[in-house]
């Protein structure tokens, strides 16, 4: 069974641009969530995916998006990149069929915006 | 809305010592509730969860966690720190129905040999 992975693992961007993260989620998991994780915090639920559609979002703006594809994998979009948004994005994928909502998190994916 | 409270954000035990990390919750409605440890420049690996049933619950590593419904409390107990057992812990909710996931602040264990 495949864990899930992310990529990449760490990236530097200028304030301004955009970023795309991606996630795949581990076999057989149909939902995937994200979550900010700044220095010395605990990680901040962005949105969740399940089944292609974007299904809960915590409060952050509309410039950070989402996609799910068919195969349950998934993308973080953040455009006009703040410094604020330095931090460690971590990709959780659980199955809502069996009810569980035990999430399993990806390595993550460090951010740093200059 | 749902929140988590993690008191003290770093605790030091002895090897062999007694590990006791608190957590208290907020949910207007019945709660899933879960306790992760990180190591550094990783993801977070599930300890243990509480959804229904048994409120003593035990996890790996020899953890274990009481969920007190009448103390809103989750706090992660276990017997004898070994020094494997140095990390960042946080405890989370998930209220029944929601798919929002809220996260404490953490608490860094160190083990002193």
């Known amino acids: 069974e495949t864990g899930v992975t992310q990529s990449p693992t760490h990236l530097i961007k200028t304030r301004g641009q955009q970023v795309t993260l991606r996630c795949s989620s581990q076999?057989?998991?149909?939902?995937v969530s994200w979550y900010q994780q700044a220095l010395g915090q605990g990680p901040q639920f962005i949105f969740q995916?399940?089944?292609?559609?974007?299904?809960g979002r915590g409060n952050f703006p509309p410039r950070f998006s989402g996609l799910q594809f068919p195969n349950y994998s998934s993308e973080l979009n953040v455009n006009a990149l703040e410094l604020d948004d330095s931090a460690l994005y971590l990709c959780?994928?659980?199955?809502?069929?069996?009810?569980?909502?035990?999430?399993?998190f990806g390595p993550g994916t460090r951010l740093t915006v200059t | 809305a749902q929140s988590v409270t993690q008191l003290g954000s770093h605790v030091s035990v002895s090897e062999g010592a007694l590990v006791l990390l608190r957590c208290n919750y907020s949910?207007?409605?019945?709660?899933?509730l879960f306790w992760y440890v990180q190591y550094p420049n990783q993801g977070l690996q599930l300890l243990l969860k509480?959804?229904?049933?048994?409120?003593l619950v035990k996890g790996i590593n020899g953890f274990e966690a009481e969920f007190k419904k009448s103390e809103t409390s989750f706090h992660l107990t276990k017997p004898s720190a070994h020094m494997s057992d140095a990390a960042e812990y946080f405890c989370?909710?998930?209220?029944?129905?929601?798919?929002?996931?809220?996260f404490g602040t953490g608490t860094k264990l160190q083990v002193i040999p």
């Open positions: 959780a994928s659980s199955t809502r069929d069996r009810g569980s909502y035990e999430q399993y």
């Open positions: 076999s057989g998991h149909n939902t």
């Open positions: 995916y399940y089944r292609e559609e974007e299904n």
């Open positions: 949910s207007s409605v019945p709660p899933y």
């Open positions: 509480y959804t229904t049933g048994a409120t």
């Open positions: 989370a909710v998930r209220p029944e129905g929601y798919q929002k996931v809220t």
